[in-house]
């Protein structure tokens, strides 16, 4: 299997575009044809309606689009049923052809990290057996307990030729309360791009960037721009566009001047641009990754 780099790299310039759709299925906002055809007495029933309504997004958005993401959250929120759903979107998505990134923000350290990394990317072993768990392209990583947390999700990710992305600066409102602070003059976000851009060096694609990005938002477009100019060599998923304010403008500065180096994230601004009792609920979904490819291609 080629690089991680590589890989994100050859998938969106085959599609012409550098957008992920995020998979956060919600109840309320389904559609009710879905909702009405599995019911809502249990969480196995949620979970079958988020299959189906993924199941469709992800063949309505396979042909326009490189990379998905499914937040995790929202799928273990449905139990053990809604894990199982996470996991056959997760091949599903693959068999179509996409990169995929699970949205876990794990971290933990030594043996546990090392667990969580082997489900997200090569498997678990057991009796000379490796089992399959997330196969996923990559995961989003947490760093608050350091490079020895870290540590396990890139080596188990190098094995697998994955990807890792590192929150950095994140597009939520409360964010600066502890990424603001200043620590030997500059922001300790900051501090972690650093870090993240020396473990990205460690292993390089041929395209010359590294298999460990930074999540960095939308909504803080000054300081993206800064982020990109202290770490150039750096992938970006770039999260908060669309339904959290961000728009094409505001994540130009985190395009190379190739075009390359970023993954912009649209959840809500392309699951849900519906009404739930529109019976073209699907055409809308479309309509809208359209629009969305159409407003990013130019950056890319």
């Known amino acids: 299997m080629d690089h991680f780099a590589d890989r994100l790299v050859a998938v969106i310039r085959a599609k012409g575009n550098p957008l992920c759709v995020g998979l956060d299925p919600r109840w309320e906002s389904l559609p009710m044809e879905i909702r009405r055809r599995h019911g809502d007495d249990s969480l196995s029933a949620m979970a079958a309606s988020y299959e189906e309504f993924c199941d469709r997004v992800l063949e309505i958005v396979a042909p326009l689009v490189p990379v998905v993401k499914p937040q ?39 043996s546990t990290a090392a667990a969580y990394a082997d489900a997200a990317f090569g498997g678990v072993s057991m009796a000379g057996r490796v089992h399959p768990v997330w196969e996923a392209d990559a995961l989003t990583v947490n760093p608050y307990l350091g490079r020895d947390a870290v540590e396990p999700f890139l080596q188990s990710a190098r094995r697998a030729q994955a990807g890792v992305f590192v929150l950095v600066r994140t597009s939520n409102p409360g964010a600066g309360l502890f990424q603001d602070l200043v620590a030997d003059g500059r922001p300790v976000y900051c501090h972690v791009a650093e870090a993240v851009a020396a473990w990205a060096r460690e292993n390089v694609g041929r395209c010359g960037l590294g298999d460990v990005g ?87």
């Open 72 to 110: 995790s959250a929202f799928f273990e929120a449905c139990g053990p049923d809604g894990m199982a759903v996470m996991q056959r979107l997760l091949r599903k998505a693959r068999g179509l052809g996409l990169l995929t990134i699970l949205d876990a923000k794990r971290n933990d350290i030594a």
């Open 214 to 300: 930074a999540v960095v938002g939308a909504t803080y477009p000054a300081e993206l721009a800064a982020l990109r100019k202290l770490t150039p060599d750096v992938i970006f998923l770039v999260p908060g566009y669309g339904a959290q304010g961000g728009a094409a403008a505001d994540v130009a500065p985190a395009f190379r001047p190739d075009g390359l180096g970023v993954v912009v994230n649209s959840s809500r601004g392309v699951l849900f641009p519906f009404k739930t009792d529109d019976p073209a609920w699907e055409q809308r979904v479309e309509e809208a990754t359209r629009a969305t490819v159409a407003a990013l291609a130019p950056l890319s």
